[in-house]
């Protein structure tokens, strides 16, 4: 059995809610949302401008989430200083820089010089989050990808602060450039992804639905595939959104949730829509009214039927982690 | 102005109810606790009992309050593993070790070995508190307890987390063992006290009531007094209840957060009576009703007469931080 250390258990409880299913909102994108912004001139988008659209999003959504997942140079500390995100609401930071490297088409991940879990743990965040382009097929760059995550798993266990993973797959060859034959790899990728990096002993892993609902729309076998992943997972698992719309996002996080996840962290199927908005003040009611009922309604689903995190690991929470006499001493 | 860090507004923010005033409950009691468990051999409370009776104390009082304040050795631990501390309940963690050291009544405060600010940190905890015993009329001994206030302070800053400083005023002569005149030179001691200690940079003072009831029911020069205190205080500051009576702790409450106190940091005042109750569910009734009530309505009082923390440094929390766009490399 899993154990845990206080300073994860803690960050666990503040990052779900108190039934122990996570409703996460993700607002840490940087070129993406740039991109949404300014479609013609992604570049153009500034320091400035890009931390005032975070600001927006953790204001109006932050309320209606368990957490949030902010970056630290445009996000994080803003949300903090400016009092849009309430005290109440767990803080999930990422670990990486924008984009990847890597030649041939491979896809590296490189951390963001100047940040670490140690600094995440200090700002009083609760967990740090850690973006991996992964794909099983290619296994030297996988093999790096996944010292990487070793690194990141020490130095969080060092800091006794949470570590989520993130794994997204993408194309590895010209075949899979093919919308529909990369569909029908897919759940074998997403799953025998989850199984190398959760064996890595991270505490949650944000996984990818393991199908595309626009080829593969037959209930049962979606429902297979998640069991599949839940099986798969050694770690308690959330639903990430990766830019699907948010109808079929619905569809997905009930379907997961029914398969053994423990709620879902959404980004772009939750606000996306309204980035394009140049109006602020459109801008803003569209986030508190359209993205924030978004929210609410899938933090119900998620509610209903999203498994408790520890579940995965016991029959209770207070099972999974050892405090005795001298606790403080060899802590 | 004073300028605060990331981490340390993050833990004011989650110390503090929406509005920035403090309701916070003392249980890391240790010494005072066993007597009050077993006036006649309190050396046989043991670790089991101890640890037993304070996660009873949570799990009845934190929901009522916005942090609680627990000792590294019987209760912060516990109070997360056992999910006595609800996850939107702020954590203070002690770091003296009970009791004192010194000669000739000279009183110095030891820190508990094993146990510091980072390790605080790592837990997930948003302040560490200092206990000190503090007269201004031994300035060899004041200069001993300042250094280490200075040390805790540094390694606060090292780890972001709040430095909450508790100085507690103690008789020095014969004539001070005299109630009567201890009374009476109080307000002097306390307003001195939090003069030397507030300029050492530490974030939140808890305060003693700067009068002695018994001797002093003149409520404008009660007011006189606690006005004067926050004059000489630095920081924002609460109050600590020193096992005086439930009734004189409201009244002091009161007084004080209409001179400016940011509400108060309650222990024996609200549950000292139950612990007496040997039997475990009179007991536990006793706290979940009678003491709860008593968070409660000082919880209202602080809401109504407290100043929000953040008006000792500003007009608003905002002006207090500066994130630019090299935050995160620089943090």
Not at 111 to 134: D, E, F, V
Not at 154 to 166: P, S, T, Y
Not at 252 to 271: P, Y
Request: proline share 5%.
């Amino acid at each position: 059995m899993r154990r845990l250390t206080i300073g994860k258990l803690r960050g666990l409880q503040q990052i779900a809610d108190d039934r122990g299913v996570f409703a996460m909102c993700a607002m840490d994108h940087r070129g993406s949302l740039q991109r949404m912004i300014n479609p013609d001139d992604p570049g153009s988008v500034g320091y400035e401008t890009l931390a005032a659209y975070k600001e927006e999003l953790c204001r109006a959504l932050a309320p209606v989430s368990s957490a949030v997942l902010l970056d630290p140079a445009y996000g994080a500390a803003r949300a903090i200083a400016s009092g849009a995100l309430p005290r109440d609401v767990g803080l999930l930071v990422s670990l990486e820089a924008t984009g990847y490297s890597g030649e041939s088409g491979a896809r590296l991940t490189r951390l963001l010089p100047g940040w670490n879990a140690a600094k995440t743990r200090r700002m009083g965040a609760s967990a740090a989050k850690l973006l991996l382009y992964y794909h099983p097929g290619l296994p030297d760059v996988a093999a790096r990808q996944r010292e990487l995550v070793q690194q990141i798993v020490e130095d969080c266990a060092q800091a006794d602060i949470l570590c989520l993973v993130e794994p997204v797959a993408y194309p590895i060859s010209d075949e899979d450039r093919d919308p529909r034959t990369f569909a029908r790899r897919k759940p074998d990728v997403v799953l025998q992804t989850a199984r190398e990096l959760t064996a890595l002993g991270i505490d949650v892993l944000k996984a990818e639905f393991p199908a595309d609902l626009r080829f593969e729309q037959d209930e049962g076998r979606l429902l297979g595939y998640c069991q599949a992943l839940d099986e798969a997972s050694q770690a308690p698992w959330v639903l990430l959104s990766a830019g699907v719309n948010y109808e079929d996002f619905a569809r997905q996080v009930e379907i997961a949730c029914r398969s053994g996840a423990s709620g879902f962290l959404a980004g772009r199927a939750v606000w996306q829509e309204g980035m394009s908005l140049a109006d602020g003040s459109a801008r803003r009611r569209w986030l508190e009214t359209v993205a924030a009922d978004r929210m609410r309604h899938l933090r119900d689903i998620a509610a209903e039927y999203g498994r408790p995190w520890w579940k995965k690991w016991g029959d209770a929470p207070t099972e999974l982690v050892q405090v005795g006499e001298d606790w403080y001493a060899t802590y």
